[in-house]
């Protein structure tokens, strides 16, 4: 499934500079120094953390996408920087379970 296609079922973009980039797994987690070591490349990397560090982790950790849940505000500086880094954001509404969840039967 693409990071693009998440749109369809409740996810809202933020950021898609790479829509058609693929989601094989997924991580939830906001202890940063933990998804850099953890998360897998082409994983959607589920968080409530909003700030520009997420950014470096998703990179560092090659994520097809972050999704911020609760409705976590990611601010325009974020998604500017996000979208000059190749880097996919989405919010979704419920939490990092439901989307969890949500995922999986996606998957």
């Known amino acids: 499934m693409t990071v693009e296609a ?3 079922h409740g996810f809202s973009a933020v950021a898609l500079p790479e829509p058609d980039r693929e989601i094989t797994g997924v991580y939830i987690g906001d202890l940063l120094s933990w998804v850099m070591g953890r998360a897998k490349s082409g994983d959607a990397w589920i968080t409530i953390m909003s700030n520009i560090n997420v950014l470096a982790v ?3 950790a090659d994520t097809a996408c972050v999704i911020a849940a609760e409705d976590v ?3 325009d500086d974020i998604a500017k920087a996000a979208g000059s880094k190749g880097i996919n954001i989405l919010s979704f509404s419920g939490s990092a379970y439901e989307a969890a969840v949500l995922l999986y039967e996606l998957l």
């Open 58 to 60: 998703a990179s560092l």
């Open 6 to 8: 998440l749109k369809e």
């Open 73 to 75: 505000e990611i601010t």
